[in-house]
């Protein structure tokens, strides 16, 4: 059975430092990966999906990675702001049936 | 496109009452999902839909839950008789195979 875990639960870093997430995955055979954010009360958003053939994909500040074979995504955010405190979720998607399993996400807090 | 629609954004209902959640996917994705998010339990998977086709209602947690997929332009969850437990934030999301989730704002249901 795939388990998604985000490691650590919660993080607190200092405004402006360059941050990584990270996602692991127990089966390595997943077809795409997405992370998602979450602000208090509100609902997802997307923030990049991975597909099966690609290794990264980037968004502005935001760059992330998937090396299938080790089981583990990162999302990097450059220059950290106070408006990237949320909650991250990764996803993975186990098989072309767009079924997917979200870790339990972690909690990001950016200190001014 | 105006995104993923759910309707009411808010709920409060007495215990014992018939309560309807609402969902309006993007236009031209074929699979529609419907999710529960507690504190306690985190975002849980109740049912989806391919081409309005019920596929896993696994996640549904008892038969006073029901899903329905008239059309490719609407859904509704339904919980009759409701209870206290009931109480969470039940989000719709929708997808074209391959290209990711898009979610909802969700409905935040209070059963007193």
């Known amino acids: 059975k795939q388990e998604v875990t985000q490691i650590p639960a919660a993080l607190s870093v200092p405004e402006g430092e360059n941050l990584v997430l990270n996602c692991s995955f127990t089966?390595?055979?997943?077809?795409?990966l997405q992370w998602f954010r979450q602000d208090p009360g509100k609902g997802l958003t997307s923030l990049l999906l991975i597909q099966s053939s690609q290794r990264e994909q980037t968004s502005g500040r935001l760059n992330a990675s998937l090396d299938k074979s080790s089981g583990r995504s990162t999302l990097y955010i450059a220059a950290s702001q106070p408006g990237d405190s949320a909650t991250y979720l990764c996803a993975v998607f186990e098989s072309t049936d767009d079924k997917i399993i979200f870790g339990k996400g972690t909690r990001l807090h950016i200190l001014p | 496109d105006a995104g993923v629609i759910q309707s009411p954004r808010h709920e409060v209902t007495e215990m014992g009452q018939e309560v309807t959640l609402r969902c309006k996917p993007i236009?031209?994705?074929?699979?529609l999902f419907w999710y529960r998010q507690t504190m306690m339990r985190g975002l849980e998977l109740l049912i989806y839909f391919n081409n309005n086709v019920p596929i896993d209602d696994s996640g549904m947690p008892e038969d006073r839950f029901s899903a329905k997929m008239p059309n490719a332009s609407f859904s509704t969850l339904k919980i009759q008789p409701s209870e206290p437990r009931d109480s969470a934030v039940y989000f719709c999301?929708?997808?074209?195979?391959?290209?990711?989730?898009?979610f909802g704002s969700g409905t935040r249901l209070t059963v007193v």
């Open positions: 236009s031209g994705h074929d699979y």
């Open positions: 089966d390595s055979a997943i077809y795409n």
């Open positions: 999301a929708s997808s074209k195979q391959g290209w990711g989730y898009t």
